[in-house]
């Protein structure tokens, strides 16, 4: 069982950045890879960025490329979103999650074992 608390969202103007932080509970944190999704109002659940189990490798959707950093410290049980250059359409509620599947890259919310409860970004024009 793992437990993950969202911090770190809030309202931020066009151009700006936020860094969005997930603790996780439990001695297990680096047995997952883990992801970061997004949902704005009446939208799907939509991926974001994942990183491996140890960090070595990540991926992003092609929105967030070159704007988004996803990185993970396991000594402290946490996973990071660095958001840059952040638009109006990155507006929404972030969620991180955890997926017990370490050698398969999955994007796909239903893939992912634990959710956070998530915080909301909101990027003004």
């Known amino acids: 069982q793992v437990q993950l608390v969202e911090s770190g969202g809030g309202f931020v103007q066009a151009g700006g950045s936020l860094r969005l932080s997930c603790a996780a509970s439990?001695?297990?944190?680096?047995?997952?890879?883990m992801g970061w999704f997004c949902q704005a109002p009446g939208k799907e659940r939509e991926f974001v960025a994942r990183i491996s189990w140890n960090g070595s490798s990540t991926t992003y959707a092609d929105s967030v490329k070159g704007r988004f950093t996803i990185s993970r410290d396991n000594a402290k049980n946490t996973v990071y979103l660095q958001m840059s250059s952040l638009k109006p359409e990155d507006t929404a509620i972030y969620y991180c999650a955890a997926d017990k599947a370490m050698m398969v890259v999955r994007t796909t919310p239903g893939a992912y074992d634990y959710w956070g409860q998530g915080t909301q970004v909101t990027v003004s024009s």
């Open positions: 439990g001695r297990t944190f680096s047995r997952y890879a």
